[in-house]
């Protein structure tokens, strides 16, 4: 059983948030939506195609606001994906596939 930080985004074990101390957390529910991974803006695209193609639907947000990044340049833009708790499970899957640094992975189904 999973429980939903609505303040954090996150998909949890226990019913109190780790990161920002928030109790009685509800139950994940399907539709509700779950930070997966930050990656760097090349990493990110890589990840947004296979997600595609695995039709999991998620919503890539820029860590850094529009004027920073002009700043810094678009090498430094981070981007936080959020799926839906429905795919979470699916969506970690293909995160650790992608950028697990074993390499050797194992193929049940
Ligand atoms: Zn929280």
């Known amino acids: 059983m999973k429980y939903y930080c609505d303040a954090c985004r996150k998909a949890i074990d226990t019913d109190r948030c780790p990161v920002c101390g928030k109790t009685r957390l509800h139950a994940a529910e399907p539709d509700d939506l779950c930070f997966l991974t930050e990656k760097e803006q090349i990493l990110s695209g890589m990840l947004a195609d296979v997600l595609k193609q695995n039709e999991v639907p998620f919503i890539g947000e820029n860590v850094l606001g529009a004027g920073v990044a002009l700043k810094v340049g678009p090498m430094f833009e981070r981007v936080r994906f959020y799926v839906f708790f429905n ?23």
């Open 87 to 109: 795919n979470l499970s699916v969506a970690e899957k293909i995160v650790e596939e992608l950028f697990s640094k074993g390499g050797e992975n194992t193929d049940d189904n």
